[in-house]
């Protein structure tokens, strides 16, 4: 009995310890998993994106071929194939924007030893 009781009592000092660092870790776990759950968001997002951008791009071409066809003199090639480089980069941007967004939730991942 005496042995039990001094294997208790060595482990009884440190249970503190144990239990601080446990709720310490606690609230870093909850932490990650809101930040998980973003960068979850952000990739489905960004791949939302991605997909509209083709499509978008598929449909301006499909425009781009009608408008050749049926009004030349209307809208240029020239003038179309400017716009649709706008437009390309203005998306470019949006995606550098969401892929800053990433490194950043990465880094901070990263930082926090995710």
């Known amino acids: 009995m005496y042995q039990l009781v001094s294997k208790i009592e060595t482990v009884a000092v440190e249970l ?3 239990v601080n660092r446990l709720v ?3 609230a870093l776990h909850e932490e990650c ?3 998980n759950s973003q960068w979850k968001t952000l990739d ?3 791949g939302e994106v ?3 951008l083709t499509i978008n791009r ?3 071409e499909k425009v781009r071929k009608y408008l050749n066809c049926i009004a030349p003199p209307l809208l240029t090639y020239t003038q179309l194939e400017k716009s649709m480089a ?3 980069e203005i998306m470019q941007k949006n995606l550098q924007t969401l892929q800053s967004r990433f490194d950043s939730i ?3 991942l990263q930082k926090q030893g995710m």
Request: proline content about 4%; overall charge negative; hydrophobic content about 60%.
């Open 50 to 52: 991605s997909s509209l």
């Open 58 to 60: 598929e449909q301006l």
């Open 86 to 88: 706008a437009n390309a």
């Open 16 to 18: 503190p310890l144990v």
């Open 24 to 26: 310490q870790l606690r």
């Open 106 to 108: 990465s880094a901070a």
């Open 44 to 46: 489905a997002e960004l």
């Open 33 to 35: 998993v809101a930040i």
